[in-house]
């Protein structure tokens, strides 16, 4: 498995290396700049060509390439264009919510997802069926942001039993952090768990048909024990697949999610950098979010040697 893994780790090189080129040249070739944002709307422009010069931004496209890659060998994100922070710190202090409320919205998804998928398995055909895949077609359609705003408008503003914005970080106490991350991690979730119960239901309905299952069943084994210990641990390959590969939307609807809600965390941070068009910010924060998903979906990959012995690396 060692030598599996090392081949993984290097074939990610090319990967992230193509994702950092496409993002700099990206950045770079659209329309806006920073310089220009910095200095303001009654600045000169000796003003503002004095600005370009101190960001480098006056030096040729390959000049500033390969400045960047020596620094990114050296692991030196650079420096924030506005508040002048190392790049790594602003990632840094912003990990945290952004790291709760992805775990929250996790396992949420998968505790609506699972049960979900299973019953409408258990009962293919039925209106108990029917309704689960009404559920997720409903929930795979709405956009995030309007699954937030009618949580907020429903249990913040009309109940009263969450907070409409705002994060508590962990140092205040875990439930309170947990409180003001319900309504986030249900909006984020509801994407998530909708595809993950169709992955569920198509993939459980495969095994059930199986003869092993046929044969537990003839042998009178519950049929809750056929579902959760035979069939359900054959079934989790494709569905933990789908969680690898859900990590991208999830991440992607991390930067709505944190813009609805108002949490300082690295989605609001992306925003805020495209905006004021802060190339070593939104730089970085691609590579850190390509990263993570690579790691993520190597992690997937090692996974399948719980749930099927027959695979071997």
Request: proline share 5%.
């Amino acid at each position: 498995m060692i030598p599996y893994i090392l081949r993984r780790l290097v074939s990610t090189i090319p990967v992230l290396a193509f994702v950092a080129l496409f993002v700099f040249l990206l950045l770079r070739l659209t329309p806006g700049d920073p310089a220009v944002l910095i200095a303001g709307d009654q600045a000169t422009t000796a003003q503002i060509e004095t600005i370009r010069e101190q960001l480098g931004l006056n030096r040729p496209l390959v000049e500033q390439l390969v400045s960047w890659v020596g620094q990114l060998a050296r692991g030196d994100l650079g420096r924030s264009v506005f508040s002048d922070m190392e790049v790594t710190r602003l990632i840094g202090l912003r990990v945290e919510p952004t790291a709760m409320l992805a775990l929250v919205a996790l396992v949420m998804a998968l505790a609506i997802a699972l049960p979900l998928g299973t019953i409408a398995a258990v009962k293919a055909g039925s209106a108990v069926d029917r309704a689960v895949m009404a559920f997720a077609m409903l929930g795979f359609s709405s956009p995030v942001f309007v699954v937030a705003f009618l949580l907020v408008y429903v249990f913040a503003l009309t109940l009263g039993w969450f907070p409409t914005q705002g994060y508590v970080p962990l140092s205040q106490g875990l439930l309170p952090c947990l409180n003001s991350l319900v309504l986030p991690g249900l909006a984020l979730a509801m994407l998530y768990a909708s595809l993950l119960a169709r992955i569920t239901r198509a993939s459980l309905l495969e095994v059930l048909s199986e003869d092993y299952v046929r044969t537990a069943h003839a042998k009178g084994v519950r049929p809750q024990r056929v579902v959760l210990r035979h069939a359900l641990k054959n079934a989790a390959i494709p569905i933990v697949t789908v969680v690898g590969v859900g990590i991208a939307a999830l991440l992607g609807g991390v930067v709505v999610t944190e813009t609805v809600f108002n949490i300082p965390g690295l989605g609001r941070l992306t925003t805020d950098a495209i905006l004021r068009r802060d190339y070593p910010v939104v730089q970085g924060l691609i590579l850190v979010f390509s990263v993570i998903y690579v790691v993520v979906n190597l992690l997937v990959d090692l996974s399948y040697v719980l749930f099927d012995p027959r695979i071997r690396y």
